[in-house]
Structures are given as C-alpha cells and as structure tokens.
C-alpha cells in the first residue's frame, strides 16, 4: 500500500470515529433546555403540603383546642327566661324576680340560681351574668357605664366556682389569685378571653399553688365592681374580697 492510500484510510477512520462520537452525545438542543438550577431543584425538600399524607388532607376531624388556650368570648342570642309564678322582689332598674324555685331572674335574660347577698346566704353567680357587660361597655369612651345589673352586684356577698392555674412559681403562699370561667393559663401577659370572665380573688387565709396544677374552686367573699382602665383599656372588672375558698378539686 502506498503513502497516499494510507493516508486516505486514516482520514477515512478519523471521520467514522467522530461520527460515532457525536451520535452518542445528546444533541446541543436538549441540552440547552435544561434549567441551570436543575440540580438543585432535585435535592431541595418538596413543599410541605405534598410531604403531608393523604389522610391529613380528608380527615373532618377537627383537632381538638388546646385547654390552655381560652376560646374567645361570643356574642349569645338573649332569651328572655319564663317568669310565671315568680314574684317581683325589685322593679326598678335592675328588675328582679325571685321564682319558686329560690332562682332570681334579673333584666328578664339572666338568672342567678340562689341566694340573697347576704354573708348567710350569698348570690350564687354565674358567668353568664358577668359576661353580659363585654357587649355594652366601649372603656374607650369617657362615660361608658356598666349596665345596672352589674353595679348591683358591687357590695353584695357571692358564690362563684372557676378554674385557676399558677404558671408561675413564686415563693410561700399568696393570697390573690385569678379565677377564670375557663381553663387558661394565669401569667400575667396572657390575654383571658375577656376581661368580664375573669375575677380578682382576695382570699383571707393565703393559699400555695402548685405550678401546673389544675385547681377548680368555689370561692365566696364580697364582691366589688370596679373597672380599671388605663389607655383606654380594660384591665379588669370584678374582685372578690375578704373570700374564702368553700369547696375545691384538682
């Protein structure tokens, strides 16, 4: 074979092999179209609502609330309570009707289920009641005045039963507490669902409450209503003094 026939065959394998080469590499066009943050895209977590399994997305199962956490106050349609039978034992504003029964209906919508205010026979309250004056009283406003049936109370000898949870620690016993018409936490920053569903306690035998512990009391004293505002806030209402703790459970 001479010189010029072998170099025609070399250029001839050169050709073929880079032919080769090239169908094996992915054409220009398709790479181009991958994006440059392909990889990262692979490797980063997916959102958090596809990691989460199917069942989370159909259940109708409502997680329950959180005991900590006191459900906000709402609004309740007033239903004026049947009075047949019951005697008027005061008519002017707040009217009360004392029922068979020993119940007091005060302002037609409420009902206080006994008691005369007396140190012997105190108002058994209800939060009910209390709650009734969130609605009408804006502290924004320089006149604002709790209704009659509230300004009643102050002066009178009650009976409550509430939650109270120490989250504190402090050191002895204290004789203030909180008590709540729902399990709240008692710290001092921690919003209550509103301010009418809370009482100041004032206990005459000072009392220590275990961190954390769960306390249900009934609490009987004098009550006083008095709200206090600063700013233009409500910072509370009621308070029970010179009281007595009459029943509890933890």
Not at 105 to 117: A, L, M, R, S
Not at 239 to 248: F, V
Request: with cysteine; aromatic share 6%.
């Amino acid at each position: 074979m001479g010189m010029k026939s072998f170099w025609s065959l070399m250029v001839l394998l050169a050709l073929a092999a880079g032919m080769i080469s090239h169908q094996k590499k992915e054409p220009a066009s398709v790479r181009m179209r991958i994006p440059n943050d392909a990889y990262r895209l692979v490797v980063e977590d997916p959102p958090v609502e596809q990691m989460a399994p199917a069942a989370s997305k159909t259940s109708d199962t409502a997680a329950p609330p959180n005991p900590a956490h006191a459900v906000p106050a709402a609004p309740k349609i007033l239903v004026p309570v049947p009075m047949e039978g019951g005697t008027v034992e005061r008519d002017e504003n707040p009217r009360l009707v004392r029922m068979k029964d020993g119940s007091l209906v005060i302002d037609q919508y409420w009902t206080i289920p006994g008691g005369e205010g007396t140190p012997e026979r105190p108002y058994l309250l209800t939060w009910d009641l209390l709650l009734s004056g969130q609605s009408s009283f804006d502290p924004a406003k320089p006149d604002a005045q709790l209704p009659e049936r509230l300004k009643f109370l102050d002066g009178k000898h009650v009976s409550i039963k509430g939650y109270s949870l120490k989250s504190v620690t402090s050191g002895g016993a204290s004789d203030e507490f909180l008590l709540n018409d729902q399990l709240i936490d008692n710290c001092p920053i921690c919003l209550t669902r509103s301010v009418f569903a809370t009482v100041l306690v004032k206990v005459k035998t000072p009392e220590v409450l275990e961190r954390g512990v769960i306390n249900v009391f009934t609490v009987r004293g004098m009550f006083k209503v008095q709200p206090s505002i600063q700013a233009g806030f409500l910072l509370g209402v009621f308070y029970l003094n010179d009281a007595e703790i009459t029943s509890r459970t933890h």
